[in-house]
């Protein structure tokens, strides 16, 4: 498996894939950037992970072209460690970036297969981080590595039916080329715990946001709605923890001064996966703030089914693919309206009873078909098709690692 974007295992969903095709009997290794203080190699829950140097990135075209160059240059090269010390069949490629395809297309020469694991839109998510700077030649660029990814893996794995169009209409791919593998919790790791009572204000209620805080997603909209729920509504006995890290967060502090909200926000920082559930066992409404745009209506996040694993009610912007997902576990503002998201924030905060409602809602939702344990079968569905041999594994079990 290839991953540029963030450190092993930081994002839940390759972790889930990784560990999935382990438990039925296939071998796998990852080539991802290293996070701090993380080996250079290790075995971690059946997967072996293997990092390179995160490279620096200056942000802008030219750091992205950077980044995105040393990444693919050192994934070219651990893969031939990978190759000579095991031999492998597949690779497995998640995006962004959308240029891992070129390692792929090497390795397809020699009849190795190729799966693509679609989890972003690039241009779509280009356009929406560079709205007034951007530039077109850009966005074609992205377009035409995105097609040729397509139209080269042997199979296209998906999050949603909106990717799948995507795929279909843009990109040309069959639909028997398609699986849909949904962004789903594991209720074993996403269960309420006990929560320590010092955390508790029962004279305030809690707001939470946990995730990526990228420039896409939203934060910033989240903190305006609270200004204006704090000072033109009059909520004040409330408090809004944001559970996470990203590029954007350094602007995102700076906000919520300028705003004079920071006695209503508290920023967490990164947190490990098994400690969202602490933060989210104390919360009392949850908060989804993406802006509507051609990137976020056709995404789904992983936060929203999180927050619905431990039956917590959701405000979101209404946006088609939050709908599919949260259902009636979610009530929905006016999109990009700050002041129809805060009013439905108050309209949760004060109906008890209906977020209680919303609550089992979600859980039940989640249990029917959106948890990790049914997109896990989706996902080995998929490999079943991609060999004749359901039970091949991903390299040669011939040679063992030292």
């Not at 074993?188 to 305030?204: C, G, H, Q, W």
């Not at 997603?217 to 004040?236: M, N, S, T, W």
Request: proline content about 5%.
């Amino acid at each position: 498996m290839l991953l540029e974007n963030c450190p092993y295992p930081q994002d839940v969903r390759v972790p889930q894939e990784a560990e999935a095709l382990v438990e039925s009997q296939y071998r796998v290794a990852v080539i991802c950037p290293r996070g701090k203080q993380q080996p250079w190699y290790e075995l971690l829950n059946g997967v072996h992970v293997y990092r390179f140097p995160t490279p620096a990135s200056g942000g802008g075209l030219f750091g992205y072209l950077w980044e995105y160059g040393f990444s693919t240059v050192a994934m070219f090269v651990l893969s031939f460690v990978v190759l000579v010390r095991h031999g492998f069949d597949v690779i497995h490629a998640h995006n962004p970036p959308d240029v891992l395809v070129s390692v792929a297309a090497f390795y397809k020469i020699f009849g190795k297969r190729f799966v693509f694991d679609h989890h972003d839109l690039s241009p779509e998510l280009y356009n929406a981080r560079f709205a007034t700077t951007g530039r077109s030649s850009v966005y074609r660029t992205l377009v035409w590595f995105e097609k040729l990814t397509c139209r080269l893996a042997d199979h296209v794995i998906t999050t949603n039916a909106s990717y799948k169009k995507v795929e279909m209409e843009r990109c040309s791919v069959p639909e028997n080329r398609i699986t849909i593998v949904r962004n789903g919790p594991d209720l074993n790791v996403m269960r309420l715990v006990e929560v320590d009572p010092s955390r508790l204000d029962p004279e305030r209620t809690t707001l939470c946001y946990v995730g990526e805080m990228g420039f896409h997603d939203g934060i910033d909209y989240l903190l305006r709605a609270l200004e204006h729920l704090v000072k033109k509504i009059g909520r004040k006995n409330v408090i809004c923890v944001l559970v996470g890290d990203g590029g954007a967060r350094k602007g995102l502090v700076a906000l919520a001064e300028q705003l004079h909200v920071t006695e209503y926000v508290q920023f967490t920082g990164w947190v490990e996966h098994e400690d969202v559930r602490t933060h989210l066992s104390s919360t009392d409404i949850c908060v989804a703030p993406e802006p509507s745009n051609e990137y976020n209506d056709r995404c789904t996040v992983i936060k929203i089914t999180e927050y619905m694993a431990l039956a917590k009610p959701t405000v979101a912007f209404d946006l088609p693919e939050h709908r599919v997902t949260a259902g009636d576990a979610a009530i929905y503002a006016t999109p990009n309206d700050i002041v129809s998201l805060a009013e439905k924030i108050e309209e949760l905060i004060n109906d008890i009873d209906r977020r209680e409602a919303m609550g089992k809602v979600a859980t039940q939702r989640i249990r029917d078909g959106l948890s990790w344990e049914h997109q896990k079968r989706h996902l080995l569905s998929a490999y079943e098709t991609l060999t004749s041999n359901p039970r091949r594994r991903l390299w040669s079990p011939t040679k063992t690692l030292r």
